[in-house]
């Protein structure tokens, strides 16, 4: 008996061989479009300058440049561009996560609630005029609002002590138009000044980013990642329906509520530094799904880094298209990325019927 | 002649209803079990029991003499038994990965697949003949071409036992055959729960009927399915005679008489 062997042409639209191509792709994009994104901004620092600056701040190489670029780059540009491409990844990676959770591919991470309860925390914090929030800082206030949110939901989605998907499904759903209610009653009290600012946060952002920014972020979202890859085979089981999932090893419900920690975690903390940036966490799965086939071992590097790229390259539009103000990094990746995914969408479905 | 499969006192509730009431079954080694019963006598929650997709309230389901829910991890559970279940929609998995998920309780959380996992892997998908499709997606097999793929993934946990909850539905009469022919090639012991008597009658060493959360009647096919139970279980009438063809009992049944419901049981 002969197998066809990996290697040969497979159901997707990337072979084996595509798919290491693809990644490889996607790590050196990621290089270009950081070194890009900080040199784009109001005051634009040539590509020469910008590996300058980092070579020395990075490596200790070279003399670096002047003091104002050293401090644009370092200081503004790059931690911005870093979280950019943190808070991409993690908001993909949750995305993969809840759309396996609850079997529906229009799941995202908000349906959770959590970036409702974060935008209606930190809305509070900027209209309220409370000193108290306000000296926590937008963030912290946020991740707050985040955390009491899910735990809400989480205890609102059991039945019989475990975690009941469709049941949590509403539990999220029906918290965060409480939330949004929270927010709009807030918004219609704020002041116009107020208003900007809470528009501007709950539609997401990443201006005005420094370094303590970072850390928290980008350590949450990297064992989220871990803890998805070690578990890349029990998602895939989850795929084939509950009773498969069970009879194949995966004790469901505590898996599942691995999963909700997982990826409410994971959006709480990229939500709290970035704000609600919408669609990335429903798009970039779709199109990994669509370029490797749903393998998680395979979808969920890619995720990261493809969310990643493309939130820093909708930073850097963000900044490009209004100059010298800043869009909201939410609208643009709706604007951009729509499109994008029923072009992919429609082309996938046209490649299975001819 | 030792038993795989020893289900004890087995009881499983749903909110207050009573779905398994104390069910006693056992499948010998090598064998092919049938489990037979009208919609709702608590098939399918015995199966999910046996494959650990639902807590019994009480009673003991042991595979090898190992009580899979006390004994046994979640995953050592799945080394040992495996199920072929229903799909939950369009899988866009191709069929080399559902199958190669058959090794999942006996690979590393990794998802690695080691020398032995490709062998059984292997044989499995030899088996079940389904070396054609392994580059398809699940989404575009035929309804016969699914459940075999469902099959060598079971087949390749090299499980002591097979469950299988209702295999052979929606499928055409040549795929239905097939399908219980690879099982009973397979030469592993098997729990299969059929609505079809026929099959049940060509495919199965022993039966066990279930009605109302119990098991009424078990033993071979020919003892077990008489006119009267099939009546008193299934609510229709019967004429057994043997098949002409094969040999093995063959069931034609037909809706129930006036006379015969109004004949005292």
Not at chain 2, 53 to 79: E, M, N, T
Request: some cysteine; charged content about 15%; aromatic content about 4%.
């Amino acid at each position: 008996m002969s197998l066809p062997s990996r290697q040969s042409a497979g159901p997707y639209l990337l072979g084996a061989r595509g798919h290491a191509a693809l990644m490889a792709g996607c790590l050196a994009g990621a290089v270009v479009l950081v070194v890009l994104g900080v040199g784009t901004g109001a005051v634009p620092v040539p590509i020469d300058d910008v590996v300058a600056t980092l070579a020395r701040r990075l490596l200790g190489w070279g003399e670096g440049v002047d003091l104002a670029t050293d401090t644009i780059v370092w200081e503004y540009r790059f931690p911005r561009t870093l979280l950019a491409f943190v808070v991409g990844a993690g908001l993909s990676l949750a995305g993969v996560l809840m759309q396996a959770l609850v079997r529906n591919p229009l799941a995202d991470p908000y349906i959770l609630g959590v970036a409702s309860g974060a935008s209606a925390a930190a809305t509070a914090a900027m209209t309220l005029g409370i000193a108290a929030l306000a000296g926590l800082g937008i963030p912290v206030v946020a991740f707050a609002g985040a955390a009491a949110t899910m735990v809400l939901v989480l205890a609102l989605g059991r039945r019989h002590g475990r975690i009941d998907p469709p049941r949590m499904l509403l539990a999220g759903v029906a918290v965060g138009y409480l939330m949004a209610a929270v927010t709009s009653y807030l918004q219609l009290r704020a002041t116009p000044e107020e208003l900007a600012n809470v528009l501007f946060w709950i539609l997401g952002s990443l201006a005005g980013t420094s370094w303590s920014d970072l850390p928290v972020a980008t350590v949450v979202v990297l064992v989220c990642a871990v803890l998805a890859l070690a578990r890349a085979t029990a998602l895939d089981l989850l795929s084939l329906g509950d009773d498969a999932a069970s009879s194949l090893g995966v004790d469901l419900p505590r898996f599942r509520l691995e999963l909700v920690l997982v990826a409410a975690l994971c959006t709480a903390v990229v939500v709290a530094v970035a704000g609600g940036i919408g669609f990335v966490g429903l798009m970039i799965p779709h199109v990994a799904r669509l370029l490797v086939g749903p393998a998680h071992r395979r979808v969920v590097p890619l995720s990261l880094l493809l969310g990643g790229c493309y939130l820093v390259l909708v930073d850097i539009l963000c900044r490009v298209v209004q100059a010298p103000a800043e869009l909201p990094v939410g609208i643009v990746t709706a604007l951009v990325g729509a499109p994008f995914l029923i072009w992919l969408l429609r082309r996938d479905s046209a490649e299975v019927a001819g | 002649m030792s038993d795989v499969l020893a289900v004890g006192g087995l009881e499983v509730r749903l909110g207050e209803r009573a779905v398994l009431a104390g069910v006693d079954l056992r499948v010998p080694e090598g064998a092919v079990v049938g489990l037979l019963g009208a919609n709702g006598s608590g098939k399918s929650s015995l199966l999910r029991a046996v494959f650990r997709a639902v807590r019994p309230d009480a009673g003991v389901v042991a595979v090898d003499g190992a009580d899979v829910w006390r004994d046994l991890s979640a995953r050592a559970a799945a080394r040992r038994t495996a199920a072929v279940t229903q799909m939950p929609g369009p899988l866009e998995l191709s069929v080399r990965e559902v199958v190669e998920l058959g090794r999942a309780p006996h690979a590393s959380g990794w998802g690695g697949l080691a020398e032995p996992d490709r062998a059984a892997v292997a044989r499995a998908v030899e088996s079940a003949g389904i070396a054609h499709l392994m580059h398809r997606r699940c989404s575009t097999l035929s309804g016969g071409e699914r459940q075999r793929v469902l099959l060598a993934r079971a087949l390749a946990g090299e499980p002591r036992l097979l469950v299988l909850d209702e295999p052979t539905n929606h499928l055409d009469v040549a795929a239905q055959h097939d399908l219980l022919g690879l099982v009973r090639a397979s030469g592993t012991s098997a729990l299969v729960a059929l609505h079809d008597l026929d099959l049940a009658g060509a495919y199965c060493d022993l039966v066990h009927v279930l009605a109302g959360g119990r098991v009424v009647a078990h033993g071979p096919v020919v003892d077990v399915l008489t006119p009267d139970l099939v009546r008193a279980v299934f609510g229709v009438d019967v004429h057994v005679d043997t098949h002409p063809l094969t040999g093995r009992p063959r069931f034609s049944t037909a809706p129930l008489t006036p006379t015969h419901q109004e004949e005292p049981r």
